[in-house]
């Protein structure tokens, strides 16, 4: 299918997948701090580092002369995911409400304030509400999409 | 588990879901019309279309006296999904690119204009980068959240 979402969603569309990127963001980098986070099975894990590795959205190092620890840190492509994620979280914590607050805050690690919810902006910095975007085929795009009424 | 992100995934990530949910953004309303777009076997659509209507992500409108014609409109919930899909769909047209450009392009429908591509904002309205982002637990949060390094 000729569709970035489409496309997007055969690398990073399953859950564990998503939960493993969440933890990296958290800092997570060890294999037994994921298994222990997200209480997965060991070889489900693997299977999704190994996953995550080849579609060089994680890099594995060796961290010990052997290679027995070995870290996985997010490369450029992603850490590009960081708003999608963000946006999905945000999302969860506005329309699930846990009663105690907020589940997870997200700031500005320079100035420690929050940061803003994700949104889109127009060129000129604003705020784009659903009904202001609309959407067109780009030079590379399937020939059948039509404008957002 | 407590976390907003596998909350959202119970019920979005799941790839038809997604894939749904962009055509409602792209102004797709009718039964027919989801199936002749994304080629999804009729059971399953009416399936996710449930699930989404359930969900109150769409609403269900009949539109013909006997109710034989129905539109599945996106909800103010629905609607706020709109910056998450947009970043999946950028992330993807980015590092998955298409030999003739760009597929899709979202746009400011008051202006033409191209939107920015969706991000991170501090409260000053400044671009935060990915190791700018911090996340600590906030009220109702679990207390293992570690401060990305």
Redesign the interface.
């Known amino acids: 299918m000729?569709?970035?979402?489409?496309?997007?969603?055969e690398?990073?569309?399953e859950?564990w997948t998503?939960?493993i990127l969440?933890d990296a963001?958290?800092?997570?980098r060890r294999f037994e701090e994921f298994q222990r986070?997200l209480g997965i099975a060991r070889n489900i894990l693997s299977a999704r580092l190994s996953h995550l590795v080849n579609e060089e959205i994680l890099e594995r190092h060796s961290v010990s002369p052997g290679g027995k620890w070995a870290e996985y840190r997010?490369t450029a492509?992603g850490?590009?995911?960081?708003?999608?994620?963000?946006?999905?979280?945000?999302?969860?914590?506005?329309?699930?409400?846990?009663?105690?607050?907020?589940?997870?805050?997200?700031?500005?690690?320079?100035?420690d304030?929050?940061?803003?919810?994700?949104?889109?902006?127009?060129?000129?910095?604003e705020a784009?509400e659903?009904?202001?975007?609309?959407?067109?085929?780009?030079?590379?795009?399937?020939k059948?999409?039509?404008?957002?009424?």
Chains 1, 2 share one sequence.
């Open positions: 000729n569709c970035s979402l489409a496309q997007t969603l690398v990073v569309g859950r998503m939960l969440r963001f958290f800092g997570i986070r997010l492509k850490k590009a995911l960081q708003p999608a994620l963000l946006a999905l979280v945000q999302w969860g914590d506005y329309w699930y409400p846990n009663e105690d607050g907020l589940r997870v805050e997200f700031f500005d690690r320079r100035s304030d929050p940061i803003l919810p994700i949104r889109a902006y127009s060129q000129e910095g784009l659903p009904r202001d975007i609309g959407a067109r085929p780009g030079p590379g795009g399937p059948n999409i039509v404008a957002k009424k």
